[in-house]
C-alpha cells in the first residue's frame, strides 16, 4: 500500500489497545490507520477473561468485533507489518514489509510484548492450554487441580502463593530460581505448597494430555497445570528506531510511558502491554482509550495553536 495521504494518527498493533484506541480517535473523527501483523499474545487462549460483558469470548473473535468497530467509524485497517519508521518533518513515515508507505501526524505503539518461556521441553507445546502465567487470567479454569509452578525467578513464589488461593494441591520446583529465604520457607510450609528441589528437564504428556514434570534426576511428579512466569519483553523495534530505549523491570523490559501513553519521544504515544507488561485484555483497552484520548487532545492543541498563526498571518495582510 502506498498513499500520499497523511494520517491524523497511526496506530501500529491491533489488539485490544490499538483497536480501543482507533475507535475512540475515530470517534472524534481523526483520520486514523491500523496496521495489525495478526499476532495477538493471547491467541493460544480459549477465552478472555475479565472482560467486562464479554466474559470468556474467545481472543480472535473479540479482536474482530474491535475490527468493525473500529471501521464502523471510519478507522483503516491494514493486515502487515510495519518494518520500519522515520522521523519526517513534524510526523513520521512509516513503511510495511512487503512494500507500501503511511504518512502520519502521531504514532501510537500497541505492539504488545514477547513471552520468553522457559528452555524446558512441553512448555512451547502446552502454553495458553495446561501451561499458564497468570492466575486471573486462567486460574477459575485450573481450580482445585494438581497445579506445578515452575521456578525461573524469585517472583515465582508469588506465583505459587497466589495459584495456592486456587487449590490445595499446589507443588513448587525450584528449577533455577534462587534458593527461599527463611520468612519464604516458612510462608510456603505454612500454606501446605509442597517444594520439590532439582533442575526440571521436561514437561510429560500422554494422548496430548499435560501429565506429569520430570525431573532430571528421573523422578516424576503428577500435575494436570503448571504456572511459569516467562520473561516478557515488549516489542520495541520501531521504538528503538526512533532513539527510544527500553526499561528494565523484574518481569523483563519494557517502554516507559506517562500516565495516558506519551513516551520521551515527541509524537509517540503507547497503550498495552507494550508499556505495562502485566496489563490484561480489560487494562489495555482501557489504556488505549486513554492514549486515543490524549492524542486528539494533543492533534487539538496543534490544531487551535496553527489556526492562530494563519489568523495572525492573514490579519498582517
Not at 62 to 90: F, I, N, P, T
Not at 107 to 115: N, P, S
Not at 193 to 201: A, D, S, W
Request: glycine letters at 12%; hydrophobic letters at 40%; one cysteine or more.
Amino acid at each position: 500500500m502506498k498513499t500520499e495521504q497523511t494520517h491524523d494518527v497511526a496506530i501500529i498493533g491491533g489488539g485490544a489497545a490499538g483497536l480501543s484506541a482507533a475507535v475512540t480517535l475515530a470517534r472524534s473523527l481523526r483520520s486514523v490507520v491500523v496496521v495489525d501483523a495478526g499476532e495477538p499474545r493471547n491467541a493460544p487462549s480459549a477465552g478472555a477473561h475479565n472482560v467486562l460483558g464479554r466474559e470468556g469470548i474467545p481472543p480472535l473473535e473479540l479482536l474482530a468485533a474491535g475490527r468493525r468497530e473500529a471501521e464502523q467509524y471510519g478507522a483503516e485497517v491494514h493486515s502487515g507489518r510495519a518494518e520500519s519508521v522515520r522521523r519526517c518533518g513534524d510526523g513520521f513515515e512509516v513503511h510495511l514489509a512487503g512494500g507500501g508507505t503511511l504518512h502520519a501526524r502521531r504514532l501510537l505503539l500497541a505492539t504488545g510484548l514477547i513471552d520468553e518461556l522457559p528452555d524446558v521441553p512441553g512448555v512451547r507445546g502446552f502454553w495458553g492450554e495446561s501451561v499458564l502465567h497468570c492466575p486471573y487470567c486462567h486460574g477459575w479454569e485450573v481450580r482445585g487441580q494438581r497445579i506445578g509452578v515452575l521456578g525461573t525467578s524469585p517472583l515465582s513464589v508469588h506465583q505459587a502463593l497466589l495459584f495456592r488461593q486456587l487449590s490445595d494441591d499446589v507443588t513448587l520446583f525450584l528449577h533455577t530460581m534462587p534458593e527461599p529465604d527463611d520468612e519464604t520457607w516458612e510462608q510456603l510450609f505454612a500454606l501446605d505448597i509442597q517444594v520439590v528441589n532439582g533442575t526440571v528437564q521436561r514437561l510429560g504428556s500422554g494422548n496430548g494430555v499435560l501429565q506429569t514434570v520430570v525431573l532430571e534426576d528421573g523422578h516424576e511428579f503428577e500435575v494436570d497445570a503448571v504456572a511459569v512466569g516467562p520473561r516478557v519483553v515488549a516489542r520495541a523495534d520501531l521504538y528503538e528506531q526512533l532513539g527510544g530505549a527500553l526499561t528494565e523491570h523484574p518481569m523483563g523490559a519494557f517502554i516507559e510511558a506517562g500516565p495516558m501513553g506519551r513516551t520521551e519521544i515527541p509524537g509517540v504515544w503507547t497503550a498495552g502491554n507494550v508499556n505495562d507488561l502485566p496489563a490484561m485484555v480489560s487494562v489495555s483497552s482501557g489504556a488505549g482509550v486513554m492514549a486515543g484520548a490524549a492524542i486528539n487532545a494533543d492533534l487539538v492543541a496543534e490544531d487551535a495553536r496553527t489556526a492562530v498563526e494563519l489568523r495572525r498571518s492573514l490579519s498582517r495582510t
